[in-house]
């Protein structure tokens, strides 16, 4: 896990707090939209067909900070669209560490290296590099050439600065395993401080949806591209037991109230990938009023069925972890062997 080692003890107090009063259902990550405009137009993302009107709409500094208030989650991730565009990012940021936020800052990067003087390096801060893979494989899912090397530019303009930079990588259908291998050698090199990969969801509003994995695509893919991970030095952003899931090596269903969504039009309901039931005005109005029963590959809902994003998957793990002291202790003793050899490379 790549994961900083003070965030993790934040997030391992914040669980345990909640275990010893008892509560069944708390957020993990606010998911942060403050705004669905963005610079890219991408092939696997809906979100700029949003209409004009909509794609006006701003979520103020003021209505970020009471979100993540509201929600209590330890980690907030502020994404889009694009938020570099939003006029007031480098206040929703800095508002949200003051209030002892972990602060994961969503961005193709286009326009990273023009704003980094918005922001100030910090070990509650993590600047989170859109790259969908290697050169040609990013510049085809963004539709536009040059940007994996803006991107790339400004990861490593925001490293030299001492910024905490990852990756978010998003796979599509199709897309060829030794490349992708290299790709996370090559990320590597450049001294990425972690990667988060996960398969791409089937949007609705994504205008070409024969991108998309299915599951038992999915699984394969991830099982030939992330073999003998382990000791390749690989730094990823996510548990071994997400890994493992996405190999098809262990079975969850999705916590979908653990990556909660607060966009321009309020509380999305059910899950961050699901817009069926409308939003609520309140998180506690999310809670209390959505129907859970209805998300995961298990619920028998089709738009579920092949879902195997991190955001609902996750937190699944962290429940499971949690549930008995065998579990917490392979967990531990999986991620210091992965660090041993990581650390040996």
Same mark, same amino acid.
């Given at each position: ?5 003070? /965030? ?22 606010? /998911? ?45 991730? =502020? ?72 991107? =790339? ?33 090559? /990320? ?75 966009? =321009? ?52 793990? =962290? ?27």
């Amino acid at each position: 896990m790549a994961i900083p080692l003070r /965030m993790q003890l934040a997030v391992f107090r914040y669980i345990l707090s909640r275990k010893i009063r008892g509560v069944d259902r708390y957020p993990l990550v606010l /998911m942060l939209e403050p705004l669905f405009a963005c610079n890219l137009e991408c092939a696997g993302c809906g979100k700029v067909h949003y209409p004009p009107d909509v794609l006006r709409k701003r979520l103020s500094a003021q209505e970020c900070w009471e979100a993540a208030e509201e929600c209590g989650a330890p980690i907030v991730s =502020v994404a889009g669209g694009e938020p570099l565009i939003h006029p007031e990012i480098g206040r929703i940021v800095e508002g949200l560490l003051a209030r002892g936020r972990y602060v994961i800052l969503c961005t193709n990067a286009v326009l990273l290296e023009q704003n980094l003087a918005k922001f100030r390096p910090s070990s509650q801060l993590i600047l989170s590099v859109h790259l969908d893979g290697p050169e040609k494989v990013h510049d085809r899912v963004v539709c536009r050439q040059g940007v994996w090397r803006a991107a =790339v530019s400004a990861l490593r303009r925001a490293k030299s600065e001492g910024f905490c930079v990852t990756t978010n990588t998003t796979v599509f259908t199709g897309e060829d395993t030794a490349e992708f291998r290299r790709f996370f050698d090559e /990320m590597m090199a450049v001294g990425v401080d972690g990667m988060t990969i996960a398969p791409g969801y089937a949007y609705e509003k994504a205008p070409e949806q024969d991108r998309f994995l299915e599951r038992k695509n999915t699984q394969a893919w991830f099982r030939k591209t992330l073999d003998g991970w382990r000791s390749k030095g690989w730094a990823f952003n996510h548990s071994p037991f997400y890994l493992d899931f996405l190999e098809g090596k262990r079975d969850y269903d999705c916590t979908p109230w653990g990556n909660p969504l607060r966009n =321009v039009f309020g509380w999305q309901k059910p899950c961050y990938l699901l817009d069926d039931a409308g939003y609520a005005k309140t998180y506690r109005e999310l809670l209390e009023t959505t129907d859970w029963k209805c998300c995961g590959p298990m619920s028998g809902n089709p738009k579920c069925a092949d879902c195997m994003t991190h955001v609902g998957f996750e937190p699944s793990i =962290v429940i499971d972890v949690f549930s008995s002291p065998r579990k917490f202790l392979q967990m531990v003793l999986d991620i210091a062997a992965i660090g041993g050899r990581s650390g040996a490379r």
